[in-house]
C-alpha cells in the first residue's frame, strides 16, 4: 500500500500553473458531461448518433464519444484517413465530393474505410459514376438536401434530386456510385435566436430531409439512409420520424455561440484556452496577455448574438468567469482583455496571473493547437491528447 | 543532351490543375518581387532589417529573405527553436515576455540562441532580473514603447521607463538582464487610410521610439537598439534617423490588408489558396468550394477598409482576379463565392473548376496550414515548404 502511494507520488503531477502558455484546455469531466446529455437526450428516439469529429479531430476525444467502429462524420479526407487508422471504418465525409478528391477516396476503401460522400449536383454525380465504373469500386452516395438556404443542397421539391438519382445506383447490389440517401445539415440553427426558433428549425430539417427520401423511394430508389444534424437541432428536435441518424460535433465541447443560443450553460463549456497577463495600459483599462487570435482564432461568433463576447469570456485558473471580463481584441499573440461594458471597471489582475479564456467557436479555437491539455476538474494534467490538422 | 533532357522528362511536374484541395500556394517569383523591394527601400537607410517570421514560419522562405545568421524577429518561442535549429541564432522575441517562459529562453541561450526579450513593467523586469542573476544568464532586453496607443509598452516620456531600466543591468558587461534598448510596433498603421496617414504615423513610430531611447541615455544607459517597424510603416518612412533596426514580416506575401492600404497591388499578393467548384446555388447566384474558413482563417481585416473583400477575392488558376467575385461567407470546409455587389451577376463557374483566393491577411491565412504549395509564375509546382505552428 505504502509502496504503491510513493510510486504514484513519484510522478509529481504537473499543475495549470506551472505551464507555458498559451494552451488549450480540455476539461473531460465537463466534456464527458456533454456526451452524455446527448446520448440521453438521443436514446429516447429511434436514430443512431453518427457525431462529427471534424470539432475534436482527436482519437482520444472520439474514443469518450464511441468506440472504434462506431459510426463518424468528418469534414476533410485527411480526418477519415486519421480515424481510419485508428480503427473507426463507418465514415460519412460530409463535404461535397470534388473530382480531385476520388483517387482520394478510393485508396480509403481499399485501406478498408466503409465511406460514404455526399454532392448536390448532376455534374458531380456523372463523373463520379463513370469513375466507380471504371475503377470498380461501389460507394454509398448520400444527396445533399438544402432545409434551411444556408449553403449547399438540393431543394426538397426540386426536380433536380431525381435528375442526380438518375445517374446513380439504385442499390448495393448493382455496385457502382449507389443512392443511398439523404443528408442535410440545418446550419442556420447558428443564427435562431430563441430556442422556439431551433425548434421550428430542426422540424424544417427533419421534414425537409424525409420528404426528399419520400420521393427517391416513390421513384424506386430504396434510400435507407436520412442523416440530419447540427448541435442546436439535435437537443431541440422534438421529432426525428423518419430520420436514421442524427450528426452532431460542437456538443462535445460546447462554446460561446452555443452558449448565445441557449443551447447550454457557460459552465457547460469544455475548452478554454489558458494564458498569462503580460502587462498593462493601466489609463485605458486594458489587460495584455499572450492569448491573441492564433491562440482562440479570429472566430467572433457572438458578435451577431445578443450579448457579444468579444474575442471570449475571461476565467480565472479554475474556468470561473470573472465578472465583467471579455477578451475585447487580438492581435497575433497579444489579447486585450477588459470589462464588457467600461474598462475604467477593468481589474489589474497582476502581471503573471493565469487565465483562461472560452472561446467562441470550439471547432476553430481547438484548430488553432495541435494537443489538448487534459484536466478534470482541477489544476491537475491529467493527459496531452493530439489532434490532426490540414487535410 | 538527348539523354538528360530524358532524365529531366522522366520526372512530369505536377501542375496546380492536379492537385487535391484546399491548398496553400505561394509564388516564389512574387515573394522575391517583395523580398528585393524593402531590401531596396531600406538600403537608403542606416538600418538592419530583422524581418519577421511569423508570418511565413517557414525556414524556406525565410533563406530568401537573408541567409542563417541574419537577425530575425519571431513571435513565440516555438519559432525561436525551429530558427535556431536551422542556423539563425540572432533572435528577438517581440511579444513581452512571461515569468513561465524564462526557462525556455534559458534553454535556448544554452543552445546557442543571442535572443532577445522584451518588457514593459516593473514586475516583469524585477522577477526577470532575479532569474538570470540566479541562473547567471547574461540576457539583453528591449524595453517596449508604445508609440501609438494600439497595444502594449511604455509611453515615450512615462517616468515608468526609467523605472523599469533601474531594474536591469546598464550594458552586457554587467550581465544579467541588461538593457539592450527600445522597441515598438506601430500597429494602428493597420488602420490608416491613406499613405499619408502612414508617412505620419511611421515618423510617431521613429521619433517616439528614438525620444525613449534618448532619454534611457539621458540616465547612463548606452540602449545601443532602437527598433521600430510594421509593413506599412517600413515602406512609407521618410526618416529613420536615430534607428537601428526595422522590423517588417506580412511584406514577403502582403495580402489583401495591404492592398486596401495602398502598401502593395493585388498583383503583389503572393499566397493564394487553391481551392475547387463543388457545387452551385443557381438561384442565389451563389458558388459553392471546398475553401472554407479553416482553409482562408476566419480572418476578416478588409472589413474595417473602404473595400470589404468579404473572404477574399476570387482569382482563376493563372491567380488573375475574375471582375467583381469575391468569397462572401465561409463555413467550417465551405466557401461560398458570388459577384461582390450583386449576385445575380455571379459567373457560374462549372463544377470543378479550380480558383485561388487571395487572402484578407497572409499571417492568418497561411496558419491554417502546415505547408507551402511553391509555383514560380506558373501552374507548376516547384516544391513543398513546411511550416510550424504551434507554441
Sequence with gaps: MKLSESSTENKTPIQLSELETPVLVLDQNTMDRNIGRLQERLAGFNVTLRPHVKTNKSADVAKRIGAPGTPITVSTLKEAEYFLEHGWTDILYAVGIAANKFDHVARLKQRGAEITVILDNVETAVV?????????????????IDTDGHRSGVQPDAPLLLEIASR??????????????????AGASYDCETTAEIEALAEQERAGAVHAAERLRNAGYPAPVVSVGSTPTAHFARSLEGVTEVRAGVYVFFDLVMHGLGVCEQSDIALSVLCTVIGHQKEKGWII????????????????????????????????????????????????????????LTPMLPVGT??????????ATAAQHDSYTVVAGSHTVEAHWPRISGW
Design 354 to 363: 493565469k487565465l483562461r479564456i472560452l472561446p467562441n467557436h470550439a471547432c
Design 168 to 185: 446513380l445506383g439504385k442499390s448495393t447490389e448493382v455496385g457502382g456510385a449507389w443512392l443511398a440517401g439523404v443528408m442535410t445539415h
Design 289 to 344: 496577455t499572450d492569448a491573441g487570435w492564433m491562440a482562440m482564432s479570429r472566430d467572433r461568433g457572438t458578435s451577431k448574438q445578443k450579448v457579444d463576447q468579444g474575442y471570449g469570456v475571461v476565467c480565472d485558473i479554475d474556468g470561473k468567469p470573472i465578472p465583467g471580463l471579455i477578451m475585447l481584441q487580438a492581435n497575433q499573440e497579444h489579447g486585450i482583455v477588459g470589462h464588457r461594458d467600461d474598462t475604467s
Design 128 to 144: 463520379l459514376a463513370e469513375y466507380c465504373r471504371e475503377s470498380n469500386l461501389s460507394l454509398p452516395v448520400l444527396i445533399e
